[in-house]
């Protein structure tokens, strides 16, 4: 088993973050209420594959919200001289939705953003091409799909 965190591998615990139930490593285990120790033998069988799957080792893509979405929407709905509330229904959304995401209390989910970009003409979502890196200690970095901690330390680097 990989820890949905870091995606290590080894001892693994059900732990409790946020309200949200995962299997992570010993180290990311720090980050949340361990539930209990997964052992060896309860971990989930999985069936055996014949199939061998390539692991994209390319850039990876990935699409965040812009940090400056608050101020793109008010300016934008501004522009073309639509009150809140008339914006609101055209868009069919709660216009206190709106003015949360007006004043950046709420950051839109990628399917609002689309609905924002086609109403307003405005670029709300940014794709980011991740490049493979090498790690400081000389070693390849590990490779597979994105885990949860990555996207974290991405979000932290921007």
Do not use: W
């Not at 870091?6 to 615990?13: A, F, L, P, T």
């Not at 732990?15 to 539930?35: D, N, W």
């Not at 639509?82 to 839109?108: R, T, V, Y």
């Amino acid at each position: 088993m990989i820890c949905d965190l870091c995606g290590e591998s080894g001892k693994m615990y059900k732990v409790e973050i946020e309200g949200s139930r995962v299997v992570v490593c010993e180290s990311c285990a720090k980050y949340g209420k361990v539930l209990h120790e997964i052992k060896e033998k309860d971990a989930p069988k999985r069936k055996e594959v014949n199939e061998t799957r390539e692991i994209q080792k390319g850039p990876e893509k990935i699409q965040l919200i812009v940090k400056d979405y608050s101020s793109k929407i008010k300016n934008a709905r501004e522009k073309k001289e639509i009150k809140q509330e008339d914006f609101a229904k055209m868009i069919n959304e709660k216009e206190s939705l709106l003015h949360q995401l007006e004043s950046g209390k709420m950051e839109p989910s990628m399917a609002l953003a689309e609905k924002l970009q086609k109403a307003l003409g405005i670029k709300l979502i940014e794709e980011i091409i991740l490049e493979p890196e090498e790690k400081k200690d000389g070693m390849k970095p590990r490779s597979g799909p994105m885990t949860l901690g990555d996207i974290i330390n991405l979000k932290k680097r921007n």
